[in-house]
């Protein structure tokens, strides 16, 4: 029984497919189909799918959110910046989760967690509405007491953890980071919300991720769609699995 759960990111899948058909009409129907992917992620025994609808479009498409509405046995997680335009889509689609991040035009993926203290009173508003709809709010923050104690205040159901910063880092500053990571879980189990991780967890670092407490569900994406590159979809979401048991 892994008590881990996976959500596979599948926004390179949709990367891929725009580096050749951007701007095509029906690109939603261009290989690699991303509704294949997750079905055979799920397949592999992935938990989860989960995708970013960025303002800018540039993987995944408002099609694609509709397919994998309509195709998916596991559950949706919808990532999204607090935009009124991405917040109706969100409604419209109506996924088991939202996690709410930071977006930012000029960055290459989703960098820093989003500041659920300074933004309070604009996301609040969007939080509501979620709530009101039955979808569960996830907001994606740095492992950090203030930012889980704003998010409680937000209605969250739950938080995703950034682990970016442990990811990118060696030695003493990866421990140092490790070590925040397990705090937050700690703290953010204790005040009632489940506990998600995610952004740049690996083959390797999942090693030590896995034995962070109170950890429920990881969200991975790069790592899994470089594996499949190599060994299949089926197979690297597979490897991660086993590779999230607790040894
Ligand atoms: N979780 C969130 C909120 C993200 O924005 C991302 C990156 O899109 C991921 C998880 C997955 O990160 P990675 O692709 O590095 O595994």
């Given amino acids: 029984m892994n008590a881990l759960r996976l959500g596979v990111n599948i926004d390179h899948v949709a990367t891929l497919r725009q580096a050749r058909y951007t701007g095509m009409p029906g690109s939603h129907n261009c290989e690699p189909d991303v509704v294949v992917a997750a079905l055979a992620c799920e397949r592999a025994g992935a938990h989860g799918i989960t995708v970013h609808l960025r303002a800018d479009r540039r993987h995944i498409q408002d099609e694609d959110v509709f397919r994998l509405r309509k195709s998916l046995t596991t559950k949706l997680n919808l990532e999204m910046g607090n935009t009124p335009e991405i917040l109706e889509i969100a409604l419209r689609i109506q996924p088991e989760d939202v996690c709410l991040v930071p977006e930012n035009r000029r ?4 960098e820093g967690g989003l500041d659920v203290v300074l ?4 996301l609040a508003p969007t939080a509501k509405r979620l709530n009101a709809a039955g979808i569960r709010i996830s ?4 492992p950090d007491a203030a930012q889980i104690d704003a998010s409680v205040a937000l ?5 995703e953890l950034h682990t970016g910063a442990f990811a990118n880092t060696l030695g003493e500053a990866h421990q140092r ?3 925040r990571i397990r ?11 489940q506990v998600n991780a995610g952004h740049g967890i690996n083959y ?5 991720i896995r034995e962070v407490p109170h950890l429920s569900e990881l969200n991975i994406g790069h790592s899994i769609v470089c594996r499949a590159i190599f060994v299949g979809l089926e197979a690297a979401v597979a490897e991660m699995l086993a590779a999230m048991q607790k040894k």
């Fill in 155 to 159: 209605g969250a159901h739950s938080v």
């Fill in 177 to 179: 980071e490790l070590a």
């Fill in 119 to 122: 933004q309070f009173d604009a």
């Fill in 107 to 110: 960055e290459v993926t989703t």
């Fill in 204 to 208: 390797t670092n999942i090693a030590e």
């Fill in 183 to 193: 705090e937050a879980a700690a703290y953010a189990h204790g005040r009632g919300l």
């Fill in 139 to 142: 907001p994606f923050i740095e």
